[in-house]
């Protein structure tokens, strides 16, 4: 085995802790009736030929083809001419955003390009600051209302020195009423969009980036002035500020926190607990061992001894885990027993899927038919929960907002809901130029064995029952650094003790 497929399997071997529920790690052993994907390494391979076995591969074992009714014939009569093309003139970014857009047509978080060594994140790099590198020194948001504000400006950028003010509606971008411009906005640049939701969002992001020296019109009106007025603006290079105000990728994408778990007791006596991850920090990372697990069984046990009057349980930016841990962690809460989910999993063995229960760690068969279940601890919490959620929230981070929000006692908050990827990630190929594809290879299904939590037609995720408004004076406090879901946690808490 070579150096380079030796890194791959480490790589395919790491999945084993993330993905919305199960993960993917080897097949079973022989004998067994069930064996999961592999990853395959095919960047040997010339890039059509690459995309030509990634199209099989993916079209065979993606989880949710039926559910989102993908048309691969289709998807790839669009996209494999893109990719003759780059590679007939050499443009290794050209070939990368095709691989984008071939992925975000699946519209899963869970499936996602992504670099596997220099190579790649070079290119990936040298895309972004192609098409994104500049900056006009604003953030745009949509209201509740739907118009869309500037509830953003750099100091000194060049929105800010042109006369734009914090609340400006924005008119028009470029020329067009900014919905017209919003529609032509690419996210092929942006992490896959599995709600519409999620999709406006990222096109408002990549409305305000272009290439470091472009011009563009901008036609806003401030609060309480008269008519519009409109104003050139040229992008700066701004280190990506905006991009980076706005972004809702989940923690994992910034790096490992140094703990899986916080908590503490605020003010009123309620409970808060910040929980990262359903899985345990690698060896490698420094940190607190601890398994999360019982980090979080600790938390719960130091907020009953307090008689804490009501529980925040912070999941914003949750990057998932082991599914398992997930309904673990919601023993703490329910009673009776109560199923979390039945995977649905691609069998190479039979070449369909089925119901299996995985061992969480080696996506080893446990038992056929099986599902896996909340069972209650004997310390339970049984006050008022809230739970808060962001579109970062996803996978089995998602499932504990699917729990939370069961209970009778249980309440979900959030600007947003969440991300609407609950499959059960892993598999895996890896590109020429050292790109990685991921996708899931199973589903969650409720207890009538329908798909649950994830998104399709642009809808799912686990929506809030406690929703915060995006009113102006709601994104103006958010922006000087309020905690305002926290709030609305708070204020939810408050009114179920209340009744």
């Known amino acids: 085995m070579t150096v380079r497929a030796r890194r791959f399997l480490s790589l395919v071997l790491l999945a084993v802790a993330f993905g919305a529920c199960a993960a993917l790690a080897s097949p079973a052993a022989a004998g067994t009736a069930f064996s999961p994907p592999v990853g395959e390494d095919l960047s040997g391979l010339s890039w059509t030929e690459a995309f030509d076995a990634l199209h099989a591969k993916i079209s065979r074992e993606y989880a949710f083809t039926g559910w989102k009714r993908i048309a691969w014939p289709a998807l790839a009569a669009r996209y494999r001419p893109a990719i003759v093309k780059a590679r007939a003139a050499g443009d290794e970014q050209a070939y990368y955003l095709t691989l984008c857009r071939y992925v975000h047509e699946l519209r899963d978080g869970h499936a996602s390009t992504a670099a596997f060594g220099a190579e790649a994140q070079q290119v990936m790099d040298a895309a972004m600051q192609a098409r994104a590198g500049g900056g006009f020194g604003l953030v745009d948001t949509r209201l509740e209302s739907g118009v869309v504000v500037a509830s953003w400006l750099q100091p000194g950028g060049p929105a800010a020195r042109a006369g734009v003010r914090a609340g400006a509606r924005i008119v028009a971008w470029g020329g067009r009423p900014v919905e017209a411009a919003l529609t032509r906005t690419s996210t092929a640049l942006s992490p896959s969009q599995a709600t519409n939701g999620r999709r406006d969002r990222e096109r ?35 280190d990506f500020v905006t991009l980076d105000r706005t972004d809702e990728r989940s923690i994992l994408a910034h790096g490992w926190p140094e703990k899986l778990v916080v908590h503490e007791i605020l003010p009123g006596n309620v409970g808060y607990v910040r929980l990262y991850l359903e899985t345990d920090l690698p060896a490698e990372q420094s940190g607190d061992h601890t398994p999360t697990l019982e980090l979080f069984r600790s938390a719960m046990d130091d907020f009953i001894d307090a ?176 905690d305002v879901v926290l709030e609305y946690g708070l204020r939810a808490l408050e009114e179920m003790r209340a009744r």
């Not at 673990?328 to 691609?346: H, N, Q, R």
């Not at 995985?358 to 929960?385: F, K, M, Q």
């Open 204 to 238: 408002l992001r990549f409305l305000v980036r272009a290439p470091v020296g472009t011009v563009k019109t901008l036609t806003f009106r401030n609060r309480g002035a008269g008519a519009p007025r409109t104003v050139r603006l040229r992008a700066l290079d701004d």
């Open 307 to 482: 008689g804490v009057a009501g529980l925040i349980v912070d999941i914003r930016g949750n990057s998932g885990g082991v599914d398992q841990t997930s309904a673990d962690i919601l023993g703490s809460f329910f009673a009776p027993p109560a199923l979390y989910e039945y995977s649905d999993v691609f069998n190479t063995v039979t070449g369909s899927f089925e119901i299996w229960r995985l061992d969480p760690l080696t996506a080893a068969p446990i038992a056929a038919g099986e599902g896996i279940w909340i069972e209650p601890v004997a310390r339970r919490y049984a006050g008022p929960v809230v739970a808060l959620v962001d579109n970062g929230c996803l996978s089995s981070g998602e499932g504990l907002a699917m729990g939370i929000k069961r209970l009778p006692n249980g309440r979900v908050a959030g600007f947003h809901g969440t991300n609407g990827s609950f499959g059960m990630a892993g598999d895996i190929v890896l590109m020429p130029l050292d790109i990685e594809v991921k996708w899931p290879f199973g589903r969650s299904l409720d207890a009538r064995k329908v798909v649950q939590i994830d998104a399709r037609n642009g809808r799912g995720g686990v929506t809030p029952n406690v929703r915060v408004p995006m009113t102006w004076t709601n994104v103006l406090r958010q922006s000087r650094g309020r």
